[in-house]
T-cell receptor
Framework: EAAVTQSPRNKVTVTGGNVTLSCRQT?????MYWYRQDTGHGLRLIHY???????QIGDVPDGYKATRTTQEDFFLLLELASPSQTSLYFC????????????FGEGSRLIVV | GEQVEQRPPHLSVREGDSAVITCTYT??????FFWYKQEPGASLQLLMK?????EINEGQGFTVLLNKKDKRLSLNLTAAHPGDSAAYFC???????????FGAGTKLTIKP
């Protein structure tokens, strides 16, 4: 079974702060994703990657950077956090992009005060 | 782009009753559909998936119906039990750009 691990699970930061969310998957999946989950919006794609060194822009990328350092590791960076980025963030992975099951991590709850 | 409307946002039924969650989508190029379940405080896990056709999939007490003509996807629970209390999300995959669009979710509560 796919394993996707996120850290930290909970984070509080101040406006303008710098935050890095980490994600590791251990099933050799090609694709990794960062989503944010907000009430009334479901999951919205921030960035995704199909391999080490690759980065693709999602639907809500403003204010976020991401980096895929290895096949296993995908990071989401908020360099100047704003209250609008308070959300529940999920990392996911899949073998291929289309028609493939997404395997989600446990989520990282970020609060920007 | 694709828009997926999921209804209702909240649903409460008694144990043993049936429940229906519906998603309507706009893009006829959506060809693959998923239902994910998110238990309280947990991550999303695949419940069921259905490919592009009028198709019925069954499993775990749920039935998924896909009607491409009406661009409607439904998740039907025939006899609810407490373990079904969760949030449910539909998702549609676009054939052209492989984009996945999620519905806003339905929080299902099963009352004893």
């Amino acid at each position: 079974e796919a394993a996707v691990t996120q850290s930290p699970r909970n984070k509080v930061t101040v406006t303008g702060g710098n935050v890095t969310l980490s994600c590791r998957q251990t099933n050799s999946h090609n694709y990794m994703y960062w989503y944010r989950q907000d009430t009334g919006h479901g999951l919205r794609l921030i960035h995704y990657s199909y391999g080490a060194g690759n980065l693709q822009i999602g639907d809500v990328p403003d204010g976020y950077k991401a980096t895929r350092t290895t096949q296993e590791d995908f990071f989401l960076l908020l360099e100047l956090a704003s209250p609008s980025q308070t959300s529940l963030y999920f990392c996911a992975s899949s073998v291929q992009r289309s028609g493939n099951t997404l395997y989600f991590g446990e989520g990282s709850r970020l609060i920007v005060v | 782009g694709e828009q997926v409307e999921q209804r209702p946002p909240h649903l409460s039924v008694r144990e043993g009753d049936s429940a229906v969650i519906t998603c309507t989508y706009t893009d006829p190029n959506s060809y693959y559909f998923f239902w994910y379940k998110q238990e309280p405080g947990a991550s999303l896990q695949l419940l069921m998936k259905v490919f592009s056709s009028t198709e019925i999939n069954e499993g775990q007490g749920f039935t998924v119906l896909l009607n491409k003509k009406d661009k409607r996807l439904s998740l039907n629970l025939t006899a609810a039990h407490p373990g079904d209390s969760a949030a449910y999300f539909c998702a549609a995959v676009n054939y052209g750009n492989e984009k996945i669009t999620f519905g806003a979710g339905t929080k299902l509560t099963i009352k004893p």
